[in-house]
Structures are given as structure tokens and as C-alpha cells.
């Protein structure tokens, strides 16, 4: 018999509830779990004692769910989206942020490269401009305008719409604040600009690689920008909920 | 804890428990643990977490001198209505049993 650790022990419980309360519910019954670790370690137990005592987290969870009804009602907005429609999501809104880059070098690839390797597809836009010619306002304006849009497109549409982009809205997903709160303009630029253009510039772009991997193995489905920006990413149950 | 018969004991015992004073998880589980050893400390945050689902306790954070706060269980009215109830249910139970020559 392998006796788990803390750690080892709250994961299995999260994976045997998920999906089967609702989030505030997984959480209170994750948090009475976690507290009886606290108060046995306060009693000289290992964490690997107190988890053989209190038995798999499977059974846990059976057993839990079979004492139902909880009295809390599902609330809306706040199930875990996901990784699936988050990618297509993702590669809805990619699209159209790369549109006007698109547009300004006539390089379809740059659609595909700038989501994922934006140093290489900013580069694109600059470009453009013929070698050995004085630059002027009128030449660069295109290229920086398009790899504005191209960085703004998500926190302005996050901004404007409740954490929600066009893909995210096609998806019926919206981003909301670690704490579900709704997001504010603050974090959803925090998110975007810092937790995804920035760290993917500084990794050269394999942040979107390890993202995805990250978030494979985070029981909230957070990706790094929901990391740094301090969101996660739910189904969306209506627009003001 | 595989039986409807235990639950209903077990909640018994964790409630008459909590009519003398409030606590928590952890002390509840090793009350009943003293009596029923073979009871997974598992178990009874599932059984906390129905009691409290129907009202007969009702849990809240209380700070602990040595230590982080803790969620601590109280009964309620309703609770210790249900309990004496469950302990009139259950002398009944007993003195079947016992005129049986069990």
C-alpha cells in the first residue's frame, strides 16, 4: 500500500470531485481535508499517517457525494471551462488579432507564428519597409498600428466585455478573477500584457507550449496568464452572472 | 460506515458530542474514534458536512490560540431537536433488541 502525502492525498480528492459539485463546494470540502492535515501534523502524525487514517480520497469523495443534497446551489459561472473549447477559443481570437498583420504584410504565416511566436511575427511588419529608404511616420504606421491591434485586441475585448473575447464568447467562456470575482480592466491587461505577450517574448514563445501543459496539470485549469494575471477561465452561464 | 443503521449512529454520537461544547473536525474525529476505531476519519467530515447541509449544525471560523483558525461545529436548535429524537428512536431500537435476549 502506498500511503500519500498531503499534497498527493488533496490532488486525488480534487480529480475524484471535479466536475461532480460545483467549485465553492469542491473548495470547502478540499479545505476541510487540508485543516485536518494541519491539526494532525499539530499532533505529531506524518502527513502520510493522517492520509492512511482518513482513508482514500476516492472513497472520500464517494461518500461525500453520496451524503447529499448539499443545500448550496450550483452557481453560475463558475465551472472549471475546459481545455478543448479553450483552444479553439484561443485560435478563434489568435486569428483575428493577427488580421491586420496579415493584412499589412499579405504573409498568411504570420497568422499562424504570431500567436505563438510573436518575436519572430513582429518582426514581419517591420519588414515591410524597403531597405536603404528614409523611414517615415507614414511607412511605420501600418506595421505598429497592426502589432497594436494585435497586442490590445484581448484586454481591450476583456476590458470592454466582462472578461470575455469574440472566440471566448463563440466558446461561451469567460475569464474571472481567481477569487470569482468579475475581472477588471486592471487584471485583464495585467493578464494579457505582462502574463502572455511578455513572458511569451521572454521565452521565445514556447510559453504557449508549456501553458497548455501547465494548465494540463492544475486542478483550475490555469495557464501561466492566469497565473501571472491572477484569473482563471470558466464556462460562461449568462453575461452578468 | 457502510451502513444507513451506523450513519445514523454515528451522527448521533457527533451530536450528542457537540450539545456539551463546539468543536472541530479534528476533536470531533478523535471522539468518535475513541469509541469507534474502526470508523475511517474520512467518514466523518462527510457526516459533518450533512449535518450541517440540514441544519441540525452549523459551522464557522474561530481563531485558535496555537495555530491558524479553524472551522468549528456548534449544534443548532433543529439539531438538538433531531437528537433527541434519534436517541428516543434508538432506546426503542435497544430494548427490541435487548427483550429479543440479544
Known amino acids: 500500500v502506498v500511503f500519500l502525502n498531503r499534497a498527493e492525498f488533496l490532488r486525488e480528492l480534487r480529480e475524484n470531485l471535479r466536475g461532480r459539485v460545483n467549485d465553492k463546494t469542491l473548495e470547502d470540502i478540499v479545505y476541510d481535508y487540508n485543516e485536518h492535515f494541519d491539526a494532525g501534523l499539530r499532533d505529531g502524525k506524518s502527513e502520510q499517517e493522517v492520509s492512511n487514517e482518513l482513508g482514500s480520497p476516492a472513497r472520500i469523495a464517494r461518500e461525500v457525494l453520496a451524503e447529499g443534497p448539499t443545500k448550496e446551489p450550483i452557481q453560475p459561472g463558475l465551472d472549471i471551462a475546459p481545455l478543448g473549447p479553450r483552444v479553439v477559443a484561443f485560435t478563434i481570437d489568435a486569428l483575428i488579432s493577427s488580421l491586420p498583420m496579415i493584412f499589412v504584410t499579405k504573409a498568411v504565416n504570420v497568422g499562424i507564428l504570431a500567436p505563438l511566436f510573436p518575436l519572430m511575427a513582429l518582426q514581419y511588419p517591420v519588414r515591410v519597409v524597403a531597405p536603404n529608404t528614409v523611414l517615415t511616420w507614414t511607412d511605420l504606421a501600418p506595421g505598429i498600428l497592426s502589432i497594436l491591434f494585435f497586442v490590445l485586441y484581448q484586454p481591450v475585448c476583456m476590458s470592454l466585455w466582462q472578461g470575455r473575447t469574440i472566440g471566448k464568447r463563440l466558446m461561451g467562456l469567460k475569464v474571472i478573477r481567481k477569487n470569482g470575482q468579475q475581472l477588471t480592466p486592471g487584471f485583464s491587461l495585467f493578464r494579457e500584457l505582462l502574463g502572455r505577450s511578455v513572458v511569451n517574448v521572454v521565452s521565445f514563445g514556447f510559453s504557449s507550449i508549456i501553458s497548455f501543459l501547465w494548465a494540463l496539470f492544475s486542478p483550475e485549469r490555469r495557464t501561466i496568464h492566469d497565473e501571472v494575471g491572477g484569473t482563471r477561465v470558466v464556462v460562461d452561464h449568462g453575461y452578468t452572472a | ?102
Request: aromatic share 12%.
Open chain 2, 1 to 102: 460506515m457502510d451502513t444507513q443503521l451506523k450513519k445514523g449512529v454515528l451522527e448521533m454520537c457527533i451530536l450528542y458530542q457537540l450539545r456539551e461544547q463546539e468543536a472541530y473536525g479534528y476533536e470531533i474525529m478523535k471522539l468518535i474514534k475513541d469509541i469507534f476505531p474502526e470508523v475511517y476519519d474520512g467518514s466523518i467530515y462527510a457526516i459533518l458536512r450533512r449535518l450541517n447541509a440540514e441544519g441540525f449544525t452549523e459551522a464557522y471560523m474561530r481563531e485558535s490560540q496555537n495555530g491558524p483558525p479553524r472551522k468549528y461545529y456548534r449544534i443548532t436548535n433543529e439539531g438538538h431537536e433531531y437528537l433527541k429524537n434519534s436517541i428516543s428512536e434508538w432506546r426503542v431500537l435497544v430494548n427490541g433488541v435487548q427483550r429479543l435476549g440479544i
